[in-house]
């Protein structure tokens, strides 16, 4: 301990004393060991942190897999049912809606609308959730006409309610009718993300319709792996083909998905690639630092002669470097760890909306001490990473050979030379790989930023709100609200055209079955049979965002409740279902199959409009029916109103500020309880939409630069140090007759060598690692030829400047001076 102690205080003194090294190399590592920290610590709450749940392990979202297309996490009532029968692998089952609720309170302060969530009454059980106050929901509490109780979120009884410990038994108004509050859930609780409170969701358990709008969250029996709950579901999916035909396709099962890795969503496999990238850099700055090593112990080669020379063993000499290159990782490790919290904000900004980890009050992304532990780790080890190399070198000095030559002329010879150049190989070869996957993602993104969405947001200016069922669960209702709202809102100066949706596109909507009049012969996947997105829109909805008609008609105000209903299909549906066939005056019968929701007089099908990118700009159009909210089957508005917001789409010149408060004012003459939910401008988010994908670009972006300036550093590092090796060679060659521009010659060939190995080795490993950027890439090929020509070319770039300022110095030799080197 006392050798160590003194090691330690040595190597301080000699730090201190080399402050240039120390600086940039501290910097180095701050810069780099930070990145992976702030990725790390995003990883660590999205992927790693256990769920703040009793064995969250345990905890299953069940999905239908079809191998073919894909898998849906929404289920229906009887597919929940099953999943309580006898030979499901859960203890407990638990469901909620796939989208929240809204609900309007009154009272104990101003008009508001809440998000909340209606859930199965085994909903905190099975998550294994007490709440802080009170209690959760009892099984008489779940059934149809059930008491109507209430569980508040933490945060909501704090803000609205002051945190009085008497609410658990007080009534409060929600959605114009009376509920009890029950319970107030713990902080950490927070499923679904956004929920502010729950209610039962009080379900018909003899429901058999095929309609899939619940999330089933499932807790293991006690002894069940994860490949064991998978043999039961699919052993169970077989039943449900037998004895409820038409729930379950054939192709089709039923699969457990760990609960994390579900809320993690596409999120997963992007965080991964980003951390191996961010690791990357990491190893580019241990190989930089490694060189500055290596030049550094060149120029100590005399004081390890001199120490030689006393008696220190080669080993000591070593453990003197290590001491120094671990001195240094910890303290950067330290400045990376207080960048990182710098940054963490910044990087949870770029996060898409659409992660329910990295949004919302369920995010908990901070340094806490599995992260501390990952940065010292990281740092123990890039530490002995570049420290290694210079050790060894410093154990295997030569004192005779040192102390024949001189002690100003030692150095680590040839072979330190050729090591430090393979060094900068790795160091460009990896920066390229980084180059070209960053390169492919910033031309993805601009390429769909390029994709025509199929309407036009700019101008258009967006108000969502949830209303009441009690209020508006009826048709006429409905219908009246919304004609009432549209004719005060046209009204306004500047107002061009005004409409209601059920759904934005690029947004979460219902999709609906439908059933083709005179060709559906029984088989839903048959040719008479067929499926699109489900849109309720009133007429202005196609001039607000400018949708083409391609034939027929649009909706008109005079398609309202009792009058023949119809429905304007897209040009996707048009070419899927009548395939060669003109669709106008056929008749579809929506929902056909559930008897609460289907349409009880067909459709016809009286216009076709240009296709929009409901799904988002990297998705194909799906097929779309819209029809107007007067003529939807009473099932559907409840369903609907119960759980979609309503949109209401302004185009209208002007600040967004101004005509929302405009239009705000016209919703409140109308129903002065009814609270606006969400202001959005329609621009904005077509921009969220792709919040993905900027994300892993501006990342894999910021990493790809931290690596170009790495390798730019590391390639003038080397060659300033060659060029100092070699400055009474240089002087010789001057002094004998070589031009200056045959010096810059010879060392730029030194050193663009040791680039253009570096950028063919980069080449090459970015071309393997295609395979795993190709599922970020959109709009071009993974192997896109100018993202494997820019990246090199810009390496190339930056190397060429980096040799050329070392090369201009070796011209500018002056041979006296030289000749007198030594």
Not at 10 to 16: C, G, H, K, M, Q
Not at 135 to 139: D, Q, V
Not at 367 to 370: R, S
């Given at each position: ?8 205080r ?7 004393k ?45 999905v ?10 929404s289920q ?5 049912v ?21 609900f ?30 009170g ?5 008489e ?13 933490e ?13 658990v ?5 929600l959605?114009?009718?009376?509920y ?39 807790r293991?029996?006690?002894?069940i ?14 039943r ?15 699969v ?5 890795t579900f809320?993690?969503?596409?999120l ?18 241990c190989?930089n630092?490694?060189?500055?090593q290596?030049?550094?112990?060149a ?14 063993a ?11 290159s ?20 910044g ?19 901070g340094?806490?001490?599995?992260v ?21 070198q410093?154990?295997r ?19 330190g ?29 601009f ?10 947001p ?12 009690a209020?508006y ?20 100066p500047?107002v061009e055209v ?42 202005g ?6 949708i083409g008609l ?8 005079s ?11 897209n ?6 279902f ?8 056929q ?5 056909h199959s559930?008897?609460?929701l289907?349409d ?11 296709d929009v ?11 779309v029916m ?9 099932g ?6 119960r ?18 408060a ?13 609270p ?9 988010h ?17 990493m ?11 390639i ?27 010096v ?17 080795l ?11 950027v ?23 770039t ?7 300022i ?17």
């Open positions: 301990m006392p050798a160590l102690l003194d090691d330690v040595f190597a301080i003194r000699l730090l201190l080399s402050r240039g090294f120390t600086l940039v190399s501290l910097l180095t590592l701050a810069l780099a060991i930070g990145a992976n920290t702030a990725l790390f610590s995003v990883v660590n709450a999205v992927l790693l942190r256990p769920l703040p749940y009793p064995e969250p392990d345990q905890l299953m979202q069940v239908r897999l079809n191998k073919d297309h894909g898998r849906s996490a229906s009532i009887a597919g929940y099953w999943m309580t029968a006898e030979g499901s692998p859960f203890s407990r089952v638990s469901a909620h809606e796939q989208l929240l609720s809204g309007s309170i009154v009272g104990d302060g101003l008009p508001e609308r809440l998000p909340g969530a209606r859930v199965t009454g085994s909903f905190f059980e099975t998550f294994g959730t007490r709440p802080t106050l209690r959760g929901f009892l099984p509490e779940d059934v149809v006409g059930g008491p109507r109780v209430v569980v508040l979120s945060g909501l009884w704090q803000r609205r309610f002051g945190g009085a410990p008497d609410v038994g007080r009534s409060i108004v959605n114009d009718e009376p009890t509050v029950v319970g107030v859930a713990p902080a950490t609780f927070a499923h679904p993300r956004g929920a502010l409170l729950w209610t039962p969701l009080q379900l018909d358990l003899t429901d058999q319709a095929d309609v899939n709008f619940l999330f089933v969250t499932g293991l029996r006690p002894g792996t994860l490949d064991g709950a998978t043999a039961m579901l699919r052993t169970l999916g077989g449900v083909r037998t004895q409820s035909p038409g729930l379950l396709d054939e192709g089709q099962d039923y457990p998905v760990e609960l994390r809320l993690a969503g596409d997963r496999q992007a965080l991964w690639v980003l951390l191996g990238a961010v690791g990357l850099v990491l190893l580019i700055a190989v630092l490694a060189n500055l290596l030049a550094r112990a120029t100590r080669n005399r004081e390890w002669v001199v120490r030689a020379a006393l008696g220190a080669p080993g000591r000499l070593a453990r003197q470097m290590l001491t120094e671990l001195l240094l990782s910890v303290l950067g490790g330290g400045l990376g760890v207080l960048l990182a919290s710098a940054a963490l904000p990087l949870l900004s770029l996060a898409p909306d659409s992660s329910p980890l990295l949004s919302g009050d369920s995010t908990q992304v340094i806490d001490g599995t501390l532990g990952f940065t010292l780790g990281a740092s123990l080890l890039t530490g002995l990473l570049f420290g290694l190399l210079p050790a060894w410093a154990s000095t030569d004192l005779e050979t040192a102390l024949r030559e001189g002690a100003q002329r030692t150095s680590l010879g040839p072979t030379g050729r090591t430090r150049a393979l060094l900068v190989v790795g160091q460009v070869a990896l920066a390229v790989m980084l180059l070209v996957g960053a390169a492919l993602l910033i031309r993805g993104f390429a769909l930023q390029d994709v025509q969405p199929g309407f036009d700019r101008g258009v200016h967006v108000l969502r709100m949830s209303l009441p069922e209020r669960g009826t048709l006429q209702a409905l219908e009246r609200f919304e004609a009432q709202v549209e004719e005060r809102v046209r009204a306004l500047g005004v409409g209601f949706t059920s759904a934005l596109p690029m947004g979460a909507g219902p999709s609906m079955s439908f059933s083709i009049e005179g060709r559906y012969t029984g088989d839903d996947n048959g040719p008479g049979a067929g499926w699109g997105q489900y849109r309720p829109v009133t007429p909805y196609f001039q607000a965002l400018r391609v034939r027929g008609r649009l909706l008109t105000e398609d309202v409740a009792g009058s023949e209903p119809v429905v304007v299909i040009e996707t549906a048009a070419r899927r009548w395939r060669g066939e003109d669709p106008m005056g008749r579809i019968r929506v929902a559930v008897p609460a289907r009880e007089v067909p459709r016809v099908v009286v216009g076709v409009v240009r990118r409901e799904d988002g700009l990297n998705d194909e159009p799906p097929p819209y029809l107007a909210p007067g003529q939807m089957s009473q559907i508005t409840s369903l609907l109103v759980m979609i917001p309503r949109n209401l789409l302004v185009r209208a010149p002007g600040g967004h500020a101004e005509v929302i405009a239009v705000q004012r016209e919703v409140w003459a109308v129903d002065a309880q009814q606006v939910m969400e202001t959005l401008k329609l621009e904005d077509v921009a969220r939409s792709l919040g993905s994908e900027r994300f892993n670009m501006v990342l894999l972006a910021m790809a630069a931290l690596a170009l300036l790495l390798a730019a550093v590391g003038y590092g080397v060659l300033s140090y060659l060029v100092g090796q070699r400055t009474r060679e240089l002087g010789v060659r001057l002094a004998l007759g070589a031009t200056r521009g045959q810059v010659r010879l060392v730029l060939r030194q050193g663009l060598g040791s680039v253009a190995g570096g950028v063919v980069g080449c090459a490993g970015a071309l393997a690692l295609t395979r795993l190709s599922g970020f890439v959109h709009g071009v090929s993974a192997l896109d030829p100018l993202s494997f020509i820019a990246a090199p070319l810009v390496l190339l930056v190397g060429l400047v980096a040799t050329w070392p090369a201009l110095r070796a011209s500018r030799v002056d041979p006296i001076i030289a000749l007198k080197y030594d």
